[in-house]
């Protein structure tokens, strides 16, 4: 069975860009959460879709978005880069909303 | 005060040592504990998945909880050159879905 998928491995862009970063969940997954990574802080819950649906986000600003589509695959987008936004994303997908979760192997975003 | 904190480490053991992992949190309402292993540069691994207080095993690794303490324990019986990896504690609400991690634990296990 395929585990979590992500793309691309590494991302870079300057400041006041835009990122989008995808993710495609194990088959039969329905819940894509998105967790960032940052040097230092651990992982931080940023947003989390389940049937197509954002049903929850962390304590992160707007200009960090997403959505989920009818294939439950995910993308995250970025606007407006920040330095400080440098760090690994992390996707993880559940069979069901509260189930155990499963997580890919990131994207490393670089904003120089 | 962070809701989880976990002891940054490193910890550096030999191989067949018992190793202790530890976490404790603030949050009363958390009820699901886990554990996943980190290799460098990789996604984080579930190790171990538990509800409420109790124990569980599974092969070399027990992972213990104790809510009136707020304290979760990893041991790895054992161990090998191959556990050489960053743990990381993380928990959970009932009714909620975002994961609350510690920081990480970097453990090196040496031959």
């Known amino acids: 069975e395929a585990g979590v998928t992500q793309s691309p491995t590494h991302l870079i862009k300057t400041r006041g860009q835009q990122a989008t970063l995808r993710c495609s969940p194990i088959s039969g997954h329905t819940s894509v959460y998105w967790y960032q990574q940052a040097l230092g802080l651990g992982l931080q819950f940023l947003l989390w879709y389940d049937e197509g649906e954002e049903r929850n986000r962390g304590n992160f600003p707007p200009r960090f978005s997403g959505r989920q589509f009818p294939n439950y695959s995910s993308e995250l987008n970025v606007n407006a880069l920040e330095l400080e936004d440098s760090a690994l994303y992390l996707c993880a997908s559940s069979s069901t909303a509260r189930d155990k979760q499963f997580f890919g192997p990131g994207t490393r975003l670089t904003v120089l | 005060q962070k809701e989880v904190e976990q002891d940054p480490g490193p910890l550096s053991v030999p191989e067949g040592a018992i190793v202790s992992l530890n976490c404790t949190y603030s949050?009363?309402?958390?009820?699901?504990f886990m554990w996943y292993r980190q290799y460098s540069r990789k996604g984080p691994e579930l190790l171990m998945y538990?509800?409420?207080?109790g124990n569980k095993e599974d092969g070399r690794f027990t992972a213990q909880v104790d809510k009136s303490s707020k304290y979760i324990s990893l041991f790895i019986r054992d161990s090998q050159p191959s556990d050489s990896a960053t743990y990381l504690c993380?928990?959970?609400?009932?009714?909620?879905?975002?994961?609350?991690f510690g920081t990480g634990t970097r453990l090196t296990v040496i031959p």
């Open positions: 993380a928990m959970s609400a009932a009714g909620a879905n975002n994961l609350f």
């Open positions: 949050n009363s309402a958390f009820q699901y």
């Open positions: 538990t509800y409420s207080s």
